[in-house]
Structures are given as structure tokens and as C-alpha cells.
């Protein structure tokens, strides 16, 4: 029972260009989270996706940054012209159901690490 | 705003003893919490959680509680491990809210 699967998990970015972060949920789960980590700080939340819907964004930035969850292949977290500031490492977690009842509990990929340079 | 928080950044426990994290939050809407273990270079990894109706919940070597009226909760580790070594974060969800808000994290020490 494959877990949630990220790649790239290392990714160089030279400033201005673009990075896209893939992840496939685990078998069975429809609902997909984007959270960001900078070093020695806690997981921020970006955005939750369902398959070709974006259910809640208010944690993404609101400009270079987008997330699509298609109906067929992987969620992608995809940043447009890239800063230095944008590197840290991004997790992607996924649920089999959206949380209309408490007991919401997420399982996470092995994350991606972004640096720009 | 809602946040959690943690109270000490880091905690170093001689191996063999039982460790005890503790954390925060100040939403009082929270009512599902976990706790989470992450090791260097890897995602979190799920450990334990309860929800609001409970204040005890064990598992296998943890044990987590959860005092509402103060809005606090503890993850207890029994003998532990130099496996153990690791940062833990407490997370709480809320009923109708999609997401989960994680502290800021504790690092655990084990001391030979």
C-alpha cells in the first residue's frame, strides 16, 4: 500500500525560473493538502484540492503560485519565477475524505526541497 | 487568530525515561488534535490523536492528553528510544475546516 508520493524530493531553481512540484495522493484518497516548511519552523498550509476542484487557498500566496489536482495524473504545485525566498521544503498530504465531521487526519509524503539560487 | 504553540522548542531525555511534550492552542473550536513525529530530511508521520470528547488516549508507548479548559495537550513517550529523536508536532482541526494547523514543533534529545 503505496504511501503518498512526492517528486521531485530535490529540486534546484536558478531565480526567475520556474519549479513544479508533483504528488500522488495514496490509493483511495481524493482529497489532496499543500503545505510549506521553511528550516526549523513548523508546516504552513497553502491549499486543499480534490480532484478538479480547489476547495480552500488560503494559505497560497497570491501571485506565481498555483495548485491543480486534474482529474487524471498527480496534484501539481506549481511556482512561476522563482525568489530565493521560496526555498523550503513542500509536503504534500492526502485524506480519503474532506473533514464535514471532525477527525481529519492527514498522511504525508516525504516532501520536496526547493532551493533557488 | 487561531494558532498552536508549543511550549519548549527543545527537550533532551536520558534514554530509558519517559518523555513529555506539551503544547497549546487557542482555538476554542478545535476539536480534533494529533500529533505528528518528524526526523530530519522526512515528512511527518502520524503518532497519535483524539478528539475533543476524550481527554486520554494511549497507544502503543504514547499517550496523549488533552485538557480542554486550559486548552492544552501532552504527548507522553514511555521509555524512550534513541529512535525517538525527533521533532513532534501537535496539529488541531476543527469541525467544517478543511485544514490542519500545525505548532511550531518540539526537538526531542535522547541522551545516551
Known amino acids: 500500500n503505496a504511501g503518498v508520493m512526492q517528486n521531485p524530493r530535490h529540486l534546484v531553481r536558478r531565480r526567475g525560473q520556474e519549479a513544479r512540484l508533483r504528488c500522488s495522493p495514496m490509493?483511495?484518497?481524493?482529497?489532496v493538502y499543500w503545505y510549506r516548511q521553511l528550516p526549523e519552523e513548523g508546516l504552513k498550509f497553502m491549499v486543499y484540492?480534490?480532484?478538479?476542484?480547489?476547495?480552500?487557498e488560503s494559505g497560497m500566496p497570491k501571485e506565481r503560485f498555483s495548485a491543480e489536482f486534474p482529474k487524471e495524473g498527480p496534484s501539481i504545485l506549481r511556482i512561476q519565477q522563482v525568489v530565493r525566498g521560496d526555498s523550503a521544503a513542500y509536503f504534500c498530504?492526502?485524506?480519503?475524505?474532506?473533514?464535514?465531521?471532525?477527525?481529519?487526519?492527514?498522511?504525508f509524503g516525504e516532501g520536496s526541497w526547493l532551493t533557488v539560487v | 487568530g487561531e494558532s498552536v504553540g508549543l511550549h519548549l522548542p527543545t527537550l533532551s531525555v536520558q534514554e530509558g525515561d519517559n518523555s513529555i511534550i506539551n503544547c497549546a492552542y487557542s482555538?476554542?473550536?478545535?476539536?480534533?488534535f494529533i500529533w505528528y513525529k518528524q526526523e530530519s530530511g522526512k515528512g511527518p508521520q502520524f503518532i497519535i490523536d483524539?478528539?475533543?470528547?476524550?481527554d486520554k488516549r494511549q497507544g502503543q508507548r504514547v499517550t496523549v492528553l488533552l485538557n480542554k479548559t486550559v486548552k492544552h495537550l501532552s504527548l507522553q513517550i514511555a521509555a524512550t528510544q534513541p529512535g525517538d529523536s525527533a521533532v513532534y508536532f501537535c496539529?488541531?482541526?476543527?469541525?467544517?475546516?478543511?485544514?490542519?494547523?500545525f505548532g511550531k514543533g518540539t526537538r526531542l534529545h535522547i541522551l545516551p
Open positions: 482555538n476554542s473550536a478545535s476539536d480534533y
Open positions: 496539529a488541531e482541526n476543527e469541525v467544517g475546516d478543511d485544514k490542519i494547523i
Open positions: 498530504a492526502s485524506s480519503p475524505r474532506s473533514s464535514d465531521s471532525s477527525g481529519n487526519t492527514i498522511y
Open positions: 490509493k483511495g484518497h481524493s482529497h
Open positions: 484540492l480534490q480532484k478538479e476542484n480547489i476547495i480552500d
Open positions: 483524539i478528539r475533543s470528547n476524550m
